[in-house]
């Protein structure tokens, strides 16, 4: 009883950054293929997507991590200095010093983004992708190009624009460091050389990734890409369907990799 519970209960860790920075984990040790969770813009490790990912690696005896970038959540880090550059490099030292072997990354919304780049930078530790609402070059093509004229000049002259949010009381700082160091991960202008399985969920209600801007990665990804919509699916595919469906779509991306 008392191993069951432990086995219940994953690993929290530190994992020292530059700078004396930390990213707070959370590890599941178990079998490969591994399940490395790269959550969103704002968001933390311990949301619903993330918890019913934690349920089927236990339930499976699949490996899994999940972990808060710099300035997020429990990790380390003011949001505000937080840019892509930085959250990619987290994420690929966690998935070069947490996890061994082949690996299935999952991001949500930027962290779809991310998972992206990580394949491209660690093509043989990657067995396969699943991208939630995935917010590809979403500094440029989702925020950038929509601001108004006034943000954009709040953004240039002061540093900053505050962008009201849906998902919290408190509106998201949008500094213009992020937005000019996205710009140097851009993906969508030309062919995307990933070459494992990518499965995409997205929803067609989504107010922040339009269902059209994750056609658009479809086209630039190789020939074992799939995207299934959810005609009333939002962002968050947090339902307990939309979770059912993402937990039948990586379970069946794991099943030939076992």
């Given at each position: 009883?008392?191993?069951a519970?432990?086995?219940?209960?994953?690993?929290?860790?530190i994992?020292?950054?530059?700078?004396g920075?930390?990213?707070?984990?959370?590890k599941?040790?178990?079998?490969?293929?591994g399940?490395?969770?790269?959550?969103?813009?704002?968001?933390?490790?311990?949301?619903?997507?993330?918890?019913?990912?934690d349920?089927?690696?236990?339930?499976?005896?699949?490996?899994?991590?999940?972990?808060?970038?710099?300035?997020?959540?429990?990790?380390?880090?003011?949001?505000?200095?937080?840019?892509?550059?930085?959250?990619?490099?987290?994420?690929?030292?966690?998935?070069?010093?947490?996890?061994?072997?082949?690996?299935?990354?999952?991001?949500?919304?930027?962290?779809?983004?991310?998972?992206?780049?990580?394949?491209?930078?660690?093509?043989?530790?990657?067995?396969?992708?699943?991208?939630?609402?995935?917010?590809?070059d979403?500094?440029?093509?989702?925020?950038?190009?929509?601001?108004?004229a006034?943000?954009?000049?709040?953004?240039?002259?002061?540093?900053?624009?505050?962008?009201?949010?849906?998902y919290d009381?408190?509106?998201?700082?949008?500094?213009?460091?992020?937005?000019?160091d996205?710009?140097?991960?851009?993906?969508?202008?030309?062919?995307?050389?990933?070459?494992?399985?990518?499965?995409?969920?997205?929803?067609?209600?989504?107010?922040?990734?339009?269902?059209?801007?994750?056609m658009?990665?479809?086209?630039?990804?190789?020939?074992?890409?799939q995207i299934?919509?959810?005609?009333?699916g939002?962002?968050?595919?947090?339902?307990?369907r939309?979770?059912?469906?993402?937990?039948?779509?990586l379970?069946?991306?794991?099943?030939?990799?076992?």
């Open positions: 009883m008392g191993y519970f432990e086995m219940a209960i994953p690993e929290s860790g994992l020292a950054r530059e700078g920075a930390h990213i707070a984990y959370l599941r040790a178990g079998r490969t293929p399940i490395v969770w790269l959550g969103g813009f704002k968001s933390d490790m311990t949301g619903t997507k993330a918890s019913a990912l349920a089927l690696a236990l339930d499976t005896g699949h490996a899994f991590v999940r972990f808060d970038y710099f300035g997020h959540g429990a990790s380390s880090g003011n949001f505000r200095e937080g840019t892509v550059t930085r959250w990619l490099g987290d994420a690929l030292e966690v998935l070069d010093k947490l996890t061994d072997g082949p690996q299935v990354l999952v991001g949500s919304s930027m962290g779809g983004w991310l998972a992206l780049h990580a394949a491209l930078a660690r093509p043989k530790r990657i067995a396969a992708l699943l991208l939630i609402a995935p917010a590809t979403f500094t440029e093509r989702l925020l950038w190009e929509s601001l108004s006034d943000a954009r000049r709040q953004i240039l002259e002061t540093g900053e624009w505050l962008r009201p949010s849906a009381l408190e509106p998201y700082p949008i500094s213009r460091g992020l937005i000019e996205g710009r140097k991960h851009l993906l969508l202008d030309k062919p995307i050389a990933i070459a494992c399985p990518i499965r995409i969920v997205q929803g067609m209600m989504d107010p922040d990734v339009p269902w059209q801007h994750a658009k990665l479809v086209e630039a990804l190789g020939p074992d890409t299934t919509l959810v005609k009333d939002d962002h968050r595919l947090s339902s307990p939309e979770l059912a469906l993402i937990v039948q779509i379970s069946a991306l794991l099943a030939p990799l076992a």
